[in-house]
């Protein structure tokens, strides 16, 4: 763990988790990143960041995905369930995150 401004944070991922942040020992963010928005990958992203948040109620969870691949509706149902979503673009070899 590194302390930062004498919180301790520690950043992580696993092979079920893409990225995790933890804060004091508590799970705090999860970030579930998919190459494409197509039904499977939402769905299975949205179950990833459910699971893996249940250690904690105040887990920030963020479903990272393409640019513009969002189906209409999708955002609003996934905030109804307390998932934010990040979306990025590649261009040149380089990545994008957008707000």
Same mark, same amino acid.
């Given at each position: $763990?590194?302390?930062?401004?004498? /919180?301790?944070?520690? /950043?992580?991922?696993?092979?079920? &988790?893409?990225?995790? /942040?933890?804060?004091?020992?508590?799970? *705090?963010?999860?970030?579930?990143?998919? =190459?494409?928005?197509? =039904?499977?990958? &939402?769905?299975?992203?949205?179950?990833?960041? $459910?699971?893996? =948040? #249940?250690?904690?109620? @105040?887990?920030?969870?963020? %479903? /990272? #995905?393409?640019? @513009?691949? %969002?189906?209409?509706? $999708?955002?609003?149902?996934? +905030?109804?369930?307390? &998932?934010?979503? %990040?979306?990025? *673009?590649?261009?040149?070899?380089?990545?994008?995150? %957008? +707000?």
């Amino acid at each position: $763990m590194a302390a930062d401004g004498g /919180v301790q944070r520690h /950043v992580f991922n696993t092979p079920q &988790i893409d990225l995790g /942040v933890e804060i004091r020992g508590r799970l *705090r963010y999860l970030y579930e990143v998919k =190459s494409s928005a197509d =039904s499977h990958a &939402i769905y299975t992203g949205t179950g990833q960041l $459910m699971l893996h =948040s #249940l250690e904690g109620t @105040d887990v920030t969870k963020t %479903l /990272v #995905l393409p640019k @513009d691949q %969002l189906p209409p509706g $999708m955002r609003n149902r996934l +905030a109804g369930l307390g &998932i934010d979503v %990040l979306e990025y *673009r590649i261009k040149g070899g380089r990545v994008a995150f %957008l +707000a």
